[in-house]
């Protein structure tokens, strides 16, 4: 499964609520992102983290938080501020930061109730 | 920050027939040169990657060619089969970046 997993798979949010996304990965991997597709939008960034207990916005970084207290770990936070929210979500990791390549989870698809 | 264009947005081939998939950038820094492919309901893939100091890399029946000059780099797929069928993305980045990715290219290979 590549050693990054997403979950839930589905996920789904009611108005005003913060929901979390999960990512773990198991391949020791120090940089890990998290992009967001929307159809004919590509993969946007949202927040990366090179490494642990450091993180930087992406380009759409607004209504969205994220932690990385451990290597393995970096959690997506949807929060009630993100007005559309609707969208595919995918974290990837890489082994080091600069001109590496990516290797992603299967991603989560979140949807608005 | 980097502006990535891809072209086509869409493109059918011919099973057999070759294609070619073009992506500006704007950065002239940019040093590293990634195609993602991802299939649907699949994750991204990487396919194939060059670095600026190469002008040409090929794998098989993909290759990537690099314009460092005009700042383009293109996908090239020959003998194109049904499997080829995919989303693919470039991501020039400049070091020190997270990879910035393309709006991507529909392939659709018909038998």
């Known amino acids: 499964d590549g050693g990054i997993t997403q979950s839930p798979k589905y996920l789904f949010r009611k108005e005003g609520q913060n929901v979390t996304l999960s990512c773990e990965q198991n391949l020791n991997h120090d940089a890990m992102y998290w992009y967001r597709q929307d159809p004919g939008q590509g993969l946007r960034l949202i927040y990366y983290?090179?490494?642990?207990?450091?993180?930087q916005k992406g380009d759409i970084a607004e209504g969205y938080s994220v932690s990385r207290e451990k290597k393995e770990s970096f959690p997506l936070t949807v929060t009630s501020a993100q007005k559309n929210p609707t969208a595919f979500y995918l974290c990837?990791?890489?082994?080091?930061?600069?001109?590496?390549?990516?290797?992603f989870g299967s991603g989560t698809q979140l949807s608005v109730l | 920050g980097e502006n990535v264009e891809q072209h086509p947005s869409t493109l059918s081939v011919q099973e057999g027939d070759s294609a070619v998939i073009k992506c500006t950038y704007s950065d002239s820094a940019s040093n590293y040169f990634p195609w993602y492919k991802q299939e649907l309901g699949k994750r991204p893939q990487l396919i194939i990657d060059?670095?600026?100091?190469?002008g040409e890399k090929k794998d098989q029946r993909i290759a990537v060619t690099l314009n460092k000059t005009a700042k383009h780099f293109s996908l090239h797929i020959t003998e194109t089969q049904p499997e080829d069928s995919a989303v693919y993305f470039c991501a020039p980045n400049q070091a020190g970046t997270a990879l910035i990715f393309g709006k991507g290219t529909t392939l659709s290979v018909s038998s």
């Open positions: 990837a990791s890489s082994t080091g930061f600069q001109d590496e390549k990516l290797f």
């Open positions: 983290s090179q490494i642990v207990n450091d993180f």
């Open positions: 060059i670095r600026s100091n190469v």
